[in-house]
């Protein structure tokens, strides 16, 4: 399957700042991938699907102006979290569609703590 | 639209003994399945997939799962739990991109 990677791991930051997470696809160009959610003990939530070279698609409830979403290139796409409060911690994970089967393959996750 | 739906949000075996992890489906049209697993703190791992080529799948780590369109199942299985095996299950079902996760199942196996 392809490797998907995720920087940072963890991140720990305050209260109205504003966090960049970055995935990259290593060893396939991805036209598309996808940003989840996950708190703890829950399943994951799709927030968006990122398409390259063009607007991210949010899924309903999630603010687009709040995680901003850009895929620039085919291996590369990013989410920041804009003014981020305690509520955003979660686990951020993101993934790309490129199996044969529609199978999804996962970064590591990144998980972010607003203090 | 499609959903799976997993039964038993904790699944507790001993070592050595079978797993079976519970995972019903609905979809309108013939959908592709997937089993991932999760370890603490880390992304998702694909363990098998159904694609209509056959209906038992075989998967990493000796799991396997069976499809079976009368029931809508999926149900995961391992003949003998290892220790390693503790982990959390999703069952998913994608049409398209579109892909929609269970709720997952933690497994715990016991010594």
């Known amino acids: 399957g392809a490797v998907v990677s995720q920087h940072p791991s963890w991140v720990i930051c305050k209260s109205g700042t504003s966090v960049k997470i970055e995935c990259r696809s290593l060893d396939f160009q991805a036209t598309t991938m996808f940003w989840y959610r996950q708190f703890p003990k829950q399943s994951l939530m799709l927030m968006a699907t990122s398409n390259e070279g063009s607007k991210a698609t949010y899924e309903q409830g999630v603010e687009k102006d709040k995680f901003l979403i850009n895929h620039a290139s085919l291996t590369l796409s990013t989410l920041t979290v804009t003014s981020a409060h305690p509520e955003d911690s979660s686990f951020y994970i993101c993934?790309?569609?490129?199996?044969?089967?529609?199978?999804?393959?996962f970064g590591p996750g990144t998980r972010l703590t607003v203090l | 639209a499609q959903s799976v739906t997993q039964l038993g949000s904790h699944v507790s075996v001993s070592e050595g003994a079978l797993v079976l992890l519970r995972c019903n489906y609905s979809s309108s049209v013939p959908p592709y399945l997937f089993w991932y697993v999760q370890y603490p703190n880390q992304g998702l791992q694909l363990l098998l997939k159904y694609t209509s080529a056959a209906t038992l799948v075989k998967g990493i780590n000796g799991f396997e799962a069976e499809f079976k369109k009368s029931e809508t199942s999926f149900h995961l299985t391992k003949p003998s739990a290892h220790m390693s095996d503790a982990a959390e299950y999703f069952c998913?079902?994608?049409?398209?991109?579109?892909?929609?996760f269970g709720a997952g199942t933690r497994l715990t196996v016991k010594p």
């Open positions: 998913a079902v994608s049409v398209g991109n579109d892909m929609r």
């Open positions: 993934s790309t569609g490129q199996g044969a089967y529609n199978e999804q393959f």
